[in-house]
Nanobody
Framework: QVELVESGGGLVQAGGSLKLSCAVSGGTLETHAMGWFRQAPGKDREYVAAISWSAVMPYYSNSVKGRFTISRDNAKNTVYLEMSSLKSEDTAVYYC???????????????????WGRGTQVTVSS
């Protein structure tokens, strides 16, 4: 059973930076597409960023493009989300997700993911 554990969330001022980590256990990260999603209070969960096996195809939502960077270290079974120029609207619980895929693809649809972490809170104060 694949388990995902997020860390690195916290309180930060607008304009600041945070780096989230997602540690994966119980499976081989190399064969999983990975994604980050977030959910703000009273809102639906939304896609943030996704990365394929080979990490050559990172993909970002328009709201974070140019500010966030997704990366992966398959040797460490860890996926990262580096966030900079944070805005108050980035405040949310951030979730890491994994999907076992047969091809080197990125997935932006949360229904295609098999495993989810419990989330880490990111709060951006204005």
């Amino acid at each position: 059973q694949v388990e995902l554990v997020e860390s690195g969330g916290g309180l930060v001022q607008a304009g600041g930076s945070l780096k989230l980590s997602c540690a994966v256990s119980g499976g081989t990260l190399e064969t999983h597409a990975m994604g980050w999603f977030r959910q703000a209070p009273g809102k639906d969960r939304e896609y943030v960023a996704a990365i394929s096996w080979s990490a050559v195809m990172p993909y970002y939502s328009n709201s974070v493009k140019g500010r966030f960077t997704i990366s992966r270290d398959n040797a460490k079974n860890t996926v990262y989300l580096e966030m900079s120029s944070l805005k108050s609207e980035d405040t949310a619980v951030y979730y890491c997700a994994a999907a076992r895929t047969a091809r080197d693809v990125v997935l932006v649809d949360d229904t295609l993911y098999d495993y989810w972490g419990r989330g880490t809170q990111v709060t951006v104060s204005s």
